[in-house]
């Protein structure tokens, strides 16, 4: 029988070491049991642990309040940095930019231009399935830049026609002038009443003032070139490096949106008339956000005019689109050019815009093509001639 040694310290050594001893050493009548001694054996292990592990517990610091500030702290540190953005050079140069769009359309008070327009469709392997070629003339007239009809496919437009589409469209732009004009100054009945007469054609001296520009919104031909009517949003452009366009040193510039695109409904939530339901709504809103996560705005500008030369969007992927498995698009392009027809007054010079998609039946791709050329001043020459005797 194997009995243990009463006296001997069993946490000295090694368990492995004790209960080797307690095997091997012989029993005797007045020796406890093996029993008592792997118990003695368990006890000593427990409070070599108890007595190891007691004084780091003493003494270990208790911080959870000072780590909680700690947190706390840098939260309310980045939340005010993120209320708080530090606005770069580049941010300055591009909120200079964008202000100043407006600035060259307006200082010539008379001049004319034309406007040809292309648009393609083709099917699989490149067949044409439809083209059209329109030419227009733009010009003053009631202080109005007005857009008139030349030809279409090549055919030219009869005077009746063309004198019916001028009058439409003067129509149209004075009343989306005056619908301007109304929401900038609401309340002022005077205001509106002088905006809705029709805008004198004489001066004081007698003069006609016809042919000067009075519009206060912008023509045309503007707008179209902005057709993205993207606005200045800080932090979001990335500086690319310099480069050489049209013989000027000109800064290239990508623009990573998160507000170009935007919901149709918006004017009316506005004014507390949106009846959407919230599926409809969150629908929406997924749709203009992932519209904006894949687009990328590049621009070229000019650094001493402080003006755009060009830009071009691109669409990056598009698969988020509904009905992905019917047609499928896989390329979606637009780009817009500007001139300098005048000195010191830059204004457009083309639109581009390239589409293609996948169905069941092939390929697919579309383009649509506008020029601006030909700008020129309205000059009148003439000389005196004697009295007939």
């Known amino acids: 029988m194997i009995e243990y040694t009463p ?5 000295a050594r090694s368990d492995r070491t004790n209960a080797r001893e307690c095997a091997l050493r012989p029993a005797a009548p007045d020796r406890l049991p093996r029993a008592y001694c792997l118990q003695k054996m368990l006890t000593a292990r427990h409070e070599r642990r ?38 770069t050079d ?16 307006a200082k010539l008070q008379q001049y004319v231009l034309d406007e040809r327009d292309a648009f393609d469709l083709r099917g699989p392997g490149g067949v044409p399935l439809w083209g059209e070629r329109r030419d227009y003339t733009w010009y003053i007239r009631d202080g109005f830049f007005v857009r008139s009809p030349i030809s279409v496919n090549g055919a030219r437009v009869s005077d009746a026609d063309r004198a019916k589409a001028e009058a439409d469209y003067l129509e149209g732009v004075k009343r989306r002038d005056r619908e301007d004009r109304e929401k900038q100054r609401p309340g002022d009945d005077a205001a509106v009443a002088s905006d809705a007469t029709p805008h004198a054609t004489r001066d004081a001296s007698g ?37 050489t366009l049209d013989g000027r040193t000109v800064l290239r510039i990508e623009y990573y949106p ?13 004014a507390g008339h949106d009846d959407r339901s919230a599926e409809d709504r969150r629908s ?12 990328l705005v590049t621009l ?10 060009k ?41 581009d815009m390239t589409f293609r998609a996948l169905t069941a039946a092939g390929p697919v791709s579309a383009r649509y093509r506008v020029d601006y050329d030909d700008y020129r001043q309205a000059t009148t020459s003439g000389r005196i001639l004697p009295p007939a005797r």
Not at 7 to 11: A, F, I, Q, S
Not at 208 to 227: H, I, K, N, Q, W
Request: hydrophobic share 45%; with cysteine.
């Open 311 to 351: 830009y071009t969007f691109d669409n990056i992927n598009m698969d988020f689109l509904p009905a992905a498995w019917l047609v499928r698009i896989d390329d979606l392009h637009a780009s817009m050019r500007m001139s300098e027809p005048f000195p010191n007054v830059w204004l457009p010079a083309g639109i």
């Open 90 to 105: 580049l941010d300055a140069l591009m909120a200079d930019v964008l202000a100043r769009r407006d600035d060259n359309w």
């Open 50 to 87: 108890r007595i190891s592990w007691w004084p780091m517990a003493m003494h270990r610091p208790r911080r959870p309040l000072a780590v909680l500030a700690c947190a706390g702290a840098i939260i309310v540190a980045a939340g005010t940095l993120r209320a708080r953005p530090v606005q």
């Open 258 to 270: 998160t507000a170009l695109f935007r919901d149709g409904e918006r004017g009316k939530r506005d």
């Open 7 to 11: 006296g001997r310290v069993v946490g």
């Open 284 to 295: 929406d809103e997924t749709m203009t956000r992932l519209m904006n996560k894949v687009s």
């Open 207 to 243: 003069l006609d003032m016809s042919g000067l520009l009075t519009e206060t919104r912008r023509p045309g031909f503007v707008d179209a070139a902005y057709f993205l009517r993207f606005k200045f949003e800080p932090g979001r452009y990335a500086f690319v490096g310099r480069e």
């Open 300 to 309: 070229w500008v000019e650094p001493t005019a402080r003006q755009v030369l």
